[in-house]
């Protein structure tokens, strides 16, 4: 039942009920933790003379959501749920839009994994709740895995959370209060400025340069701090991009963030999934006065994200976090009760036994699905793709002046469903107009079918300027 309180003026008398299941008809309060206010009854009073009406006694309903869910809005939601997507019933569907590499089923995660979670299952051991922050021995192994020279953990530094989304949703959180500002990428993850708008934190987007493979326009991301910015995020390798930043790259961000003070949340849910001939360095592994947090997970590179585990692995420098961030992170974990316990109990054969031929296997396919990508679009009139380097993303832009019946890259990206029943990600949803985004972990053949519906349907509607002068002039 839920809490009430009920009046009744006639008998001069009023129920209240706490917290309890049963009830208590003394005149006299048992005491605040025992039967009384915050015990198991509920009290029941007669009051000799006049009542005063409480405030609680509402004459009519007044529920409005609350001012996070209304400040609550998912940028991806917002436009794809406004598109009109009816395909050609002639040309079967292709998703090109899903982050989620297990939708067509061409890449199951590695049998080492789905064994780990049954046995944990078996176990019997895992049934119960485990701190919020996750079991001692499976933040060890966590700890353990991701451990270098450069950036020693331990399993204190590691805090298990329900998936990486989670993990960026504590990070943001322990950071920031409201009227704070925090520094995101554009084109960047569109949950960035979801969490964050929605707890009255602003945001600023730094630039990202296309014609430079994604890297950060550094001074302009500088020009956005000011005494309010207290968290830069930094997204490698990078969704919606596919980039990968070099060293050299990175350690022009932590010259940013050393020289302003403001710590950075690194996501790093693409770690290591990345092209041969590049390197992923993490951020924590080059800084040295710089704290961290450093956020990840399970989903991406071993192919389960609906298993929702992540983590948060805590870079602390010259303890310029301290007790503080850290006893703010434990208790913003204790409001859920942390990551699902299978995966615990099964972490420590993921990361141990999964074979180093599973996830070669999966970057080759990437890096192979990727280079078909780009050949075929780099052909196509008033398309600029750009190549990934990592990741499962390939961003293309559109060059607008070459397509005139479309207004931005939501109608041209709608009306590619309606006749190719192709459907690619409007990169509207993520702040960066006139490009598209396309996933590459469909199957080859299905690729190389998409590919050529959307030369087909640019070819179809490419304006030349010749063109377009020559219709002017008649």
């Given at each position: 039942m839920a809490n009430y309180l009920s009046c009744n003026m006639e008998d001069n008398s009023y129920v209240v009920k706490m917290n309890g299941n049963g009830v208590n008809e003394n005149n006299s309060l048992n005491g605040v933790n025992g039967k009384g206010l915050n015990g198991n009854g509920i009290q029941h009073k007669t009051v000799k003379g006049s009542v005063s009406k409480s405030k609680s006694c509402r004459q009519r309903w007044n529920i409005r959501p609350s001012e996070m869910s209304i400040n609550t809005l998912n940028p991806i939601r917002a436009i794809v749920d406004g598109m009109k997507l009816t395909p050609n019933p002639g040309k079967p569907m292709i998703a090109l839009s899903i982050g989620d590499p297990t939708v067509f089923g061409n890449l199951p995660t590695d049998e080492k994994v789905t064994q780990a979670l049954k046995d944990a299952i078996d176990s019997h051991k895992y049934n119960g709740y485990a701190p919020s922050v996750g079991y001692q021995k499976s933040r060890d192994v966590v700890a353990n895995f991701y451990t270098c020279p450069e950036a020693p953990l331990e399993a204190e530094d590691v805090l298990l959370t329900s998936g990486c989304s989670q993990a960026i949703d504590l990070a943001i959180t322990v950071l920031c209060n409201p009227g704070d500002n925090i520094l995101?990428?554009?084109p960047g993850f569109s949950?960035?400025?979801?969490?964050?708008?929605?707890l009255?934190?602003?945001?600023?987007?730094?630039?990202l340069l296309p014609e430079k493979s994604w890297e950060i326009d550094l001074q302009h991301m500088e020009s956005l701090i000011d005494d309010r910015t207290t968290c830069l995020i930094i997204n490698n390798p990078s969704n919606p991009c596919g980039s990968v930043y070099s060293k050299e790259h990175l350690k022009n961000v932590l010259s940013v963030a050393s020289k302003n003070c403001i710590p950075i949340l690194a996501d790093e849910i693409y770690g290591d999934m990345v092209f041969p001939g590049c390197k992923y360095q993490s951020m924590a592994s080059l800084s040295?006065?710089?704290?961290?947090?450093?956020?990840?997970?399970?989903?991406?590179?071993w192919l389960v994200p609906g298993w929702r585990m992540g983590w948060i692995l805590i870079h602390d420098r010259n303890q310029i976090f301290g007790k503080e961030i850290r006893q703010g992170l434990v208790k913003l974990s204790q409001r859920i009760l942390g990551a699902c316990t299978i995966v615990q109990g099964a972490i420590e054969s993921i990361l141990n036994d999964t074979p180093q031929e599973f996830y070669y296997r999966t970057i080759s396919f990437l890096k192979s699905n990727s280079e078909i990508c780009f050949s075929e679009l780099s052909t196509v009139p008033g398309l600029t793709p750009v190549l990934p380097a990592g990741a499962m993303y390939l961003m293309v832009g559109i060059e607008m002046e070459h397509f005139p019946e479309f207004q931005n890259d939501v109608q041209f990206t709608e009306r590619l469903v309606t006749e190719q029943s192709v459907f690619c990600l409007p990169a509207m949803a993520f702040e960066y107009p006139n490009y598209f985004r396309i996933v590459v972990t469909v199957p080859?053949?299905?690729?190389?079918?998409?590919?050529a519906r959307i030369r087909e349907f640019c070819q179809r509607h490419y304006r030349s300027c010749s063109q377009d002068s020559n219709e002017l002039d008649q």
């Open positions: 995101i990428p554009c949950l960035y400025k979801t969490l964050a708008v929605s009255g934190i602003q945001v600023k987007l730094y630039n040295s006065d710089v704290p961290i947090l450093a956020c990840g997970g399970l989903a991406k590179r080859e053949e299905m690729m190389v079918e998409a590919c």
